[in-house]
């Protein structure tokens, strides 16, 4: 593994228990075999084939992240996925249909899916939570429906109130939410996030879009201007005067956004703790955005030939840069609500259990 | 008789046994420090290999055991043969390059044959009237932009109408549709179909045409679109594009979605401009069945570009609504086969 760039203090270390980093085994060669594989798959058998590639793609990520020598297990139903993936399509072809033909159905339709959120989110978060293992013990996502949906709303209303000032208390709410509700086998986790960092955060990203953004945008232009002046045979170029702002915009736009994936990860995972575990996560901002961009470049170079190698690559430099920090005494037990990880028909049952790729 | 190293998990706790796994006589035994466990061999599971990330072994009971040794799963295992193409396509780099090829082929016939193909099939069978709210409001639309009641008599207007009908009656063409003039406004000289079959024309476009015969190749043309769901098929074409880019970028949702939006858009281009040639070819058929020359249609596109302000000029096919002028021009003067 490569030496991280940031390391944990010692002291802080030698008070608080064991630093276990993540390990990640895959590679962006194996993935791309895979990838492409499950997308032939899926393309011959008209979509049919994406939820057992959803599956193989899942369990392949899962099995190459290691913690303390020991891999995730991923063990959703295919045929389950299948069925959510089914509903979503119908529901994807009859909206886009419904709403050019009666635009007042687009209104009716989001007054039943805005009230089925909550309801939707708590059912993907428990499907994949409870699919995914470790060390023979499932996760476990144990909000309710009523319990979702009184906090979405309540935190919808303030947002409205305040004219959307109230976005960076509702991304710190609704992560500390989704995390404190997760559980490891029967150790629930706990996470409280400060709200106050996470203004900072947004103000900081809102300034990082006009500091990169606009000088970029006017740097290009320029520079494409003073191309075509000093040649006549440039001047075919002349249309992408047009584009070279929207470029400017989008990679100030990028660098943004990777910034604040990258505060409010490492935030998100300072602030969460469970039983006998706490967590570090220390991104840096520079590099993501880098990674973000090249990404892109990349992508579209190459006609998405790169995306494994993209995806891959993300995924090392985000795992590279976690760890947890352990106590060795405590002993995680299975939650006895749910099935064994062995049980006969993994698959948990009624309609509803379904992915529905949120 | 074999043995694999592997580690065993009670499904209770999270305390790691490592333990050695041992086959033997249609039994699995697991044994370790302080684990000693036999199943029926038939009653364990285990999941698939996936590259080289752990196999398990689910067992009767909850428990699992998890080894790096593929190999030997492999070895004492009977592979399905869902299992055996997989590792062959996954395995081999030769396959993978054959993959790669057949997926981009694929992709490209699903979305320069299948999204038509099937758009056109699901559009058929919808009835016209599913889009009479949509075309009641593309008529006010219009109307608040400026397209006001047409300035022609009644009578030139009857007129049209009756030749246009005795055409198309001609030909035994029974597509429903209404005809609307309306002043051009922001529009000029311009024609189209709108939802539920209204063909607007506008006043302009009567102005500039050197023949009615000019007028009802127009009219024809439109009247193609309505015959072939052009506006159904528009949005199922929407629709279908956006199933099959979903599936295909699933995997990088959050920074490339512009990457993704960018294909979308020329893909809409390209399904436009075969509507386009597929309803000039209706038109052409029409006035064949009339013994109209459909020479009219190419010379009236001619006039349309000559007066159109410089806009589509210089604009490449590939990022234009319409074919080539010159092209379309060309297939109403190609001579009959």
Redesign the interface.
Known sequence: MNAPETTISDERVASAGRVVRAEF??SAG?Y??????N??F???TL?VY?AWAKV??K??F???TRFDG??F?Y?ASPKAILKGRLVA?AI??AY??GT????VAGLAFWAVAIPALPWLVVRALGFNAQNSA????RFDFAATTWEAARRFAGMVALMIATLGLAWPWFVARYKAFMLSRHA??ASRFECQLPARAFYGIYLKAGLVVLAVGAPLAFALTFALSLAIARSESLQALAPLALLLPVAGG?IGY?VA?AYVQARTTNLQWAGTRGPGVRFESTLRARRLSTL?IQ??LA??ATA??L??W??VR?LRYRLEHFAMIVDDAV????NPAL??????GQELGDFFNMDL?L | MSATQAVYFDGRTSRRHPVTVLLAGGKVKIVGCDVDLEYDARRVRRSLRIANTPRWLYLPGGGACVTDDNDAVDRITVKSGYERVLQAWESRPLYAALAVLLTVGLMFLAVDRGVPAVASVIAERIPLQAEAALGRQALEGIGRFGMGRSQLSPGRQAALEKRFAAMVAHAGETTPYRLEFRTGGPFGANAFALPSGVIVMTDDLVALAGDDREILAVLAHELGHVRHRHVMRRLLEGSLTGLVLAAVTGDIASASSLAAAAPATLLQLKYSRANETEADRFAIALMRANDVDPRYLGTLLARLEAQGPRKNRGIPTFLSTHPDTDERAALANRPDH
């Open positions: 085994t895959g194996e791309f075999r895979i990838w492409i594989v997308l032939f899926t393309l011959v979509g994406s193989r793609k369990r392949y899962y099995g190459s020991d891999s297990d063990f399509a994807f072809v886009a249909l050019e033909l009666y635009p470790y060390r023979g013990l490891f086998g989008y990028a956004y973000y990404n892109f992508v579209a998405g030939l995306i494994p993209a995806v993300t002993v995680h037990e299975a099935a064994p990880v062995g049980a006969a790729g």
